[in-house]
T-cell receptor, first 113, second 117 residues
Framework: DQQVKQNSPSLSVQEGRISILNCDYT??????FLWYKKYPAEGPTFLIS?????DKNEDGRFTVFLNKSAKHLSLHIVPSQPGDSAVYFC????????????FGKGTKLSVIP | ETGVTQTPRHLVMGMTNKKSLKCEQH?????MYWYKQSAKKPLELMFV???????ENNSVPSRFSPECPNSSHLFLHLHTLQPEDSALYLC????????????????FGPGTRLTVT
């Protein structure tokens, strides 16, 4: 059974608008969450992370929100740019000392000029 | 070279062949990972090496054999693979998370696209 779920396989957004990518998890031991971006023929690139002691982390155009009670996190990209078109993976870890990252299947974002 | 590099980028092999995948990281990290990404499945962790010792093996068949000769290099030796082993194999590295206040983000190479015929 998947412990990290990205229920939307794809998302299309107009350039300049907000992109919201969602991720749900089931394992209550997860306490560190990451987002990765992947272009075709490249490996995943680390984007942003959040620890469970926070509910928001911001880095430029990218903000991650964590709702622990709902076991839900989201990545907001604003404003969206065509170069943001990629597959976005949500990943989770059980925290300090853990090697294991559990990934979702990814959401393909298309930003339309 | 910077980041994490992997060779070859593409590999086609028969079921009776023996081949090796190579990974090198230029980030000064001391933990390295092999992942498998099959079509329509999430990335699956296969092996973890920390300070050149294998610390995790996620029930991977013995036809996959990892080797970590030093903290910068990681190999995945392949023999008598099956067609269902066709996938993208990704290498990653990170700072060693155990007892150092991690976790730390992992940095990935571009992957080797493996096809078993």
């Amino acid at each position: 059974d998947q412990q990290v779920k990205q229920n939307s396989p794809s998302l299309s957004v107009q350039e300049g608008r907000i992109s919201i990518l969602n991720c749900d998890y089931t394992n209550s031991m997860f306490d560190y969450f990451l987002w990765y971006k992947k272009y075709p023929a490249e490996g995943p690139t680390f984007l942003i992370s959040i620890s469970s002691i926070k509910d928001k982390n911001e880095d430029g155009r990218f903000t991650v929100f964590l709702n622990k009670s709902a076991k839900h996190l989201s990545l907001h990209i604003v404003p969206s740019q065509p170069g943001d078109s990629a597959v976005y993976f949500c990943a989770a870890s059980e925290g300090a000392g853990s090697y294991q990252l559990t990934f979702g299947k990814g959401t393909k974002l298309s930003v339309i000029p | 070279e910077t980041g994490v590099t992997q060779t070859p980028r593409h590999l086609v092999m028969g079921m009776t062949n023996k081949k090796s995948l190579k990974c090198e990281q230029h980030l000064g990290h001391n933990a390295m990972y092999w992942y498998k990404q099959s079509a329509k499945k999430p990335l699956e962790l296969m092996f973890v090496y920390s300070l050149e010792e294998r610390v995790e093996n996620n029930s991977v068949p013995s036809r996959f054999s990892p080797e970590c000769p030093n903290s910068s290099h990681l190999f995945l030796h392949l023999h008598t693979l099956q067609p269902e082993d066709s996938a993208l194999y990704l290498c990653a590295s990170s700072q060693e998370p155990y007892g150092t206040g991690g976790p730390y983000e992992q940095y990935f190479g571009p992957g080797t696209r493996l096809t078993v015929t």
